[in-house]
């Protein structure tokens, strides 16, 4: 399975963005997917999680009522839509695919991270 963050750029705060996330090979929609972000010198923060088992979804505090996270399964590809967007969402965001049991804010966890996507909010 191959991951490939895609749609990240340069908004204005209060703006918004969509994130997608094309996934490769198989198994991709047997696992619940995620979405992390980096800042330079900072560890990888959770965003978002889709599981597939009950279509539940899961935020971190920072991005809930902001970002959504939706799949499309026939495309093979994640989604994360963000509004509202502020000066402190700036960071390179991940997918990737949890492949372990335990808190879903775990990065270790997860496995096959794309790419990336640098997502840049001015004030």
């Known amino acids: 399975v191959q991951l490939q963050a895609s749609g990240g750029g340069l908004v204005q705060a209060g703006g918004s963005l969509r994130l997608s996330c094309a996934a490769s090979?198989?198994?991709?929609?047997?696992?619940?997917k995620g979405w992390f972000r980096q800042v330079a010198g900072k560890e990888r923060e959770f965003v978002a999680l889709f599981d597939w088992r009950g279509a539940r979804t899961f935020y971190a505090d920072s991005v809930k009522g902001r970002f959504t996270i939706s799949r499309d399964n026939a495309k093979n590809t994640l989604y994360l839509q963000m509004d509202s967007l502020k000066p402190e969402d700036t960071a390179v965001y991940y997918c990737a695919i949890k492949i372990g049991s335990g808190s879903v804010s775990d990065a270790a966890l997860y496995r096959y991270w794309g790419q990336g996507t640098l997502v840049t909010v001015s004030s």
């Open positions: 090979g198989r198994a991709f929609s047997s696992f619940a």
